[in-house]
């Protein structure tokens, strides 16, 4: 299977001719269907269904399908409600695929279809169910009673890139915050540097909003190197403190969790957000430049345990995520350089534009670069997670690098480095891209000269491309058997053929790699850094 020009597998999102073919029907059908204006008179205070019903019987069932299509599209439907507080009405109604009974074998439309055809009881109208069910009466009669069931709920975050929106956040945050969560308890959540920077003006510009806002702030240390981290509270014991203290304050179903900060605040929040009551309201005020290129562009929320990096968690996504680039300069270059690395990482795996605007666009001291880079990285990112499920490139190309990288990050952590002293995640995952190309190399993947690529493109934006000598091998590998991409003992593995190009076999990008083949890359990594260091 051949890779598309900017990288993607044909199964990838967006990319297969199919999809592509029913969105240019669909769109051309957005243009010739005649726009429908409905007045109030024609709606009255009707059940939602009803309400919709009511429309189809003046303008037409075709009409109302084909509303139905464009919205599920994600086009504008051509439905003019004149009372604004209809049109949620509307989009809500034709948006229930399991309004009404539901026989096997329906498709979604034929249940919306059938739903505007008939009226719904009084039940019904708070209820979506199945009525009338008829049981077999042999059923106790059988070997064995089996039934399954399942329901699909769509995971989608909204992405807001916005300068000195945080400033500005009195008078915009009825628009950021979701309204069904304007009259519930709100919980924004901080670290202690974060909360000096931005925590306390996020705290204040929705409480002058009006809003019922409380604040958490979790600690951030400073480690060896004088760079503040709060990777070290990513763990079940600040998610439970954080637990108790908003369960004990007060919270309901429509509450929200508003994280202030990197991506660390980011995981811990989306976590707590996915857990409490199964799953409240979560927004994103992502404040480091990690956080805005990758850690909260993402469904993935965890906290790291005593075995490994990130191996407690759930896919939860934020409502709203809020992106304001007019803030990464208060960070140090350190953590603008972590930030750039998975933006490398990327382009690595499937832009090489992306990689070009990286390296040779400005530097990370400037804010008008920075902000690019968050906006091409978001734009390359985002076709991975929509649909995810369609091909394992979209799971692995995020990952590239970080099976190494979450080895080395953690024990660096965890007292594996005294004299270099820990690695940032992006710092980690720099070094992972690198011993992933040794990895590429050893098992014929690879040419040398796309190795040494890795190696210059990584260095040459001011990242470390090599394994501190103090981290244990045997250490690492057996780090690295707690990797979610571990199986039957091998982890597995994004490589690259090439620069922006990811291999696959029969269709497969995730490849398994022997222990061996990872130790002796990793010794080769080694041994090029001591070399460096020796010159």
Sequence with gaps: MNATANGFPPTAAFQNEQQTKELTEIKAMSTTMPATTVTTADLGNDEPMHLVKRIMDKYGLDTIRKSYQLIRAGQAAKIHVVQPAFTEKVEASLHRETAGPRVVGDSGDAVVERS?????????????????VRVDPKIDQ????????GRHTMMRSDILVKSSVIENLSTQALDVIPRRCHRS?????????????????????????????????????????????????????????????????????RSAIISVGGGVVNNICGF??????????????????????????????????????????CYYPATKI???????????????????????????????????????????????????????????????????????FNEMAPQFGHAPAHAIEFLSWHGGCPHHGPLLHGEAVA?????????????????????????????????????????????????????????????????????????????????????????????????????????
């Excluded at 059988?142 to 069931?149: I, S, Y």
């Excluded at 990690?290 to 345990?305: E, L, P, R, S, Y």
Aim: charged residues 25%.
């Design 185 to 253: 308890s709100i919980y924004v959540v901080t670290d202690t540097v974060t909360d000096k920077l931005y925590g306390t003006a996020v705290f204040n510009g929705l409480l002058s909003a009006g809003l019922n806002v409380t604040k958490c702030v979790i600690p951030s240390a400073t480690d060896s190197s004088g760079e503040t981290s709060t990777e070290g509270a990513k763990d079940l014991e600040t998610f439970s403190k954080l637990a108790d203290q908003i369960l004990k304050k007060g919270v309901d179903k």
């Design 272 to 313: 707590l957000a996915g857990s409490i009551y199964r799953g409240i309201t979560l927004c994103h005020f992502s404040t480091t430049f990690m956080g805005q290129v990758d850690a909260a562009i993402d469904f993935k929320q965890a906290v790291n345990h005593c075995c490994g990096k990130n191996l407690l968690g």
């Design 116 to 132: 505007l055809q008939e009226p719904r009881t009084e039940t019904e109208r708070t209820y979506d169910l199945a009525k009338d």
């Design 322 to 392: 809020i992106l304001d680039p007019k803030v990464l300069l208060t960070q140090s270059k350190r953590h603008r350089l972590n930030g750039l690395a998975e933006a490398l990482k990327h382009g690595m795996v499937h832009s090489t534009d992306l990689i070009k605007y990286i390296v040779e666009a400005g530097t990370v001291d400037d804010p008008d670069y920075l902000d690019g880079v968050v906006r091409r990285t978001i734009a390359v990112k985002v076709p991975t997670l929509t649909r995810y499920e369609e091909s394992d």
């Design 431 to 535: 070094i992972g891209m690198c011993v992933s190309a040794e990895v590429a190399y050893i098992m014929g993947v690879c040419t040398r000269h796309v190795v040494e690529e890795h190696y210059r493109l990584v260095a040459s934006v001011g990242l470390p491309t090599c394994t501190p000598d103090e981290l244990d091998v045997d250490a690492i590998i057996a780090k690295l058997s707690y990797d979610k991409h571990t199986l039957s003992k091998k982890p597995t593995m994004g490589l690259l053929k090439e620069i922006g190009h990811m291999f696959e076999k029969d269709g497969v990008y995730s490849q398994p790699v022997k222990p061996e083949t990872l130790r002796r890359a990793f010794k080769i990594n080694i041994a090029r850094g001591v070399a460096a260091l020796q010159m």
């Design 142 to 149: 059988a070997p064995k009673f089996e039934a399954c069931f």
